[in-house]
């Protein structure tokens, strides 16, 4: 019995690890995004894309920014796109 509770424990370890992301930063300089086309595909969905220092973030996502990310399907990461000066990239619905 407690073979197969460890069994299963076991496969619902590695489930969650496989559904889980990691988060990373990414250091990009200020002309990545445009140059990878990470900033025309954001822009398609109709957001408005900028750079902004860390200490502002959530004041802005109070008015509706968010963390843009890059994300990595097969590894499972989430990057945040960051500035050698710390600031990191968000954008607003809207565009406005």
């Not at 299963?8 to 559904?19: G, M, Q, R, V």
């Not at 990878?36 to 008015?63: H, I, N, Y």
């Not at 590894?75 to 954008?91: F, P, Q």
């Amino acid at each position: 019995m407690i073979d197969l509770l460890g069994f299963i424990y076991d496969i619902a370890k590695d489930i969650n690890e496989h559904y889980t992301w990691k988060d990373q930063e990414k250091l990009v300089d200020f002309s990545w995004p445009e140059k990878s086309g990470l900033t025309a595909k954001v822009e398609e969905t109709g957001m408005k894309v900028a750079w902004c220092r860390p200490d502002r973030v959530p004041s802005l996502q109070l008015d509706g920014w968010k963390h843009i990310y890059e994300f990595d399907e097969k590894a499972r990461i989430r990057s945040t796109l960051v500035l050698k000066d710390g600031s990191v990239l968000i954008g607003k619905p809207g565009g406005a």
